[in-house]
């Protein structure tokens, strides 16, 4: 199959499939619902996603789908893509030219924390590097109706990371490695405040100074997911390595 593929869209094809198995690998999957898409290198607005029915442990590489921004299927597969699905991430692709990927999820500590009014809270190092670019966008039922695109588009804005009110978590990144530590960080700051909630102490809250320096410093060093992303392959590599088929 790779020899159907450019060399750029075989080498994103390989990283969204090891992405999607390291989301089932951490237990951010939900059965076959949720999707990452990764927008193909060139004019076209082309984008790859998973096929509706496969559990994301099953995802290969060849067996990801080519869509158009309308999610018209451009590549043949006996699985359908999820409109749905398609609707928030074509908003953000379309508004966002920056994006290469975007990472949606529905665990349980993502969609406990969205449903709090207060949202997440400044009260872990996680959570510290995530409060200068998060952005909420309210729960407007199932996500079908092209006219959320644009309140979707607004409300990320040039931000990283969206908490779906009542619903979960997504975030952006110029590549998939990008978006992945993304999420894993902010699954873990969701993580963390649940287990600290349940403590039923007082929660201690990081001033905000600390916060906005948390942000120079991240301006500074960066926060880039291509440092850890060879780590997590090769991890792949020991415990699921059929994500490269």
């Known amino acids: 199959m790779k020899e159907q593929f450019s060399p750029e869209e075989w080498a994103l094809r390989v990283d969204l499939a090891a992405c999607y198995r390291l989301i ?13 898409s990764a927008r193909i290198p060139g004019p076209e607005h082309h984008f790859l996603i998973n096929p509706y029915g496969l559990m994301f ?4 590489a060849s067996s990801l789908i080519k ?12 699985y359908a893509v999820n409109p749905a699905g398609f609707i928030i991430h074509s908003a953000i692709h379309a508004g966002r030219a920056d994006v290469g990927c975007v990472l949606h999820t529905h665990t349980r500590a993502g969609v406990a924390v969205s449903a709090q009014k207060d949202g997440l809270l400044p009260i872990s190092q996680q959570s510290t590097i995530i409060m200068g670019s998060l952005a909420y ?7 079908v109706r092209e006219e959320e ?5 607004d409300d990320l804005g040039r931000k990283s990371f969206l908490i ?24 873990s700051a969701c993580q963390i ?35 850890v992303w060879p780590a997590l392959l090769r991890k792949l590599e020991r415990v699921d390595p059929g994500y490269k088929a």
């Open 137 to 143: 966008h309210d729960y407007e039922g199932v996500a």
């Open 164 to 187: 779906l009110r009542n619903h979960g978590l997504l975030t952006v990144g110029a590549s998939v490695a990008d978006a992945f530590l993304a999420m894993y960080t902010l699954e």
């Open 149 to 153: 695109k644009a309140r979707l588009q």
């Open 67 to 78: 869509v158009d921004q309308d999610c018209n299927k451009l590549s043949d597969s006996p």
């Open 193 to 227: 405040q649940l287990a600290a909630q349940a403590g039923g102490g007082e929660l201690i809250h990081v001033p905000q100074t600390i916060i906005d320096g948390v942000r120079q410093a991240l301006k500074v060093q960066g926060s880039s997911g291509a440092f």
């Open 57 to 60: 442990d099953e995802i290969t």
């Open 24 to 36: 089932a690998l951490h237990g951010w999957s939900d059965l076959v619902f949720t999707h990452v």
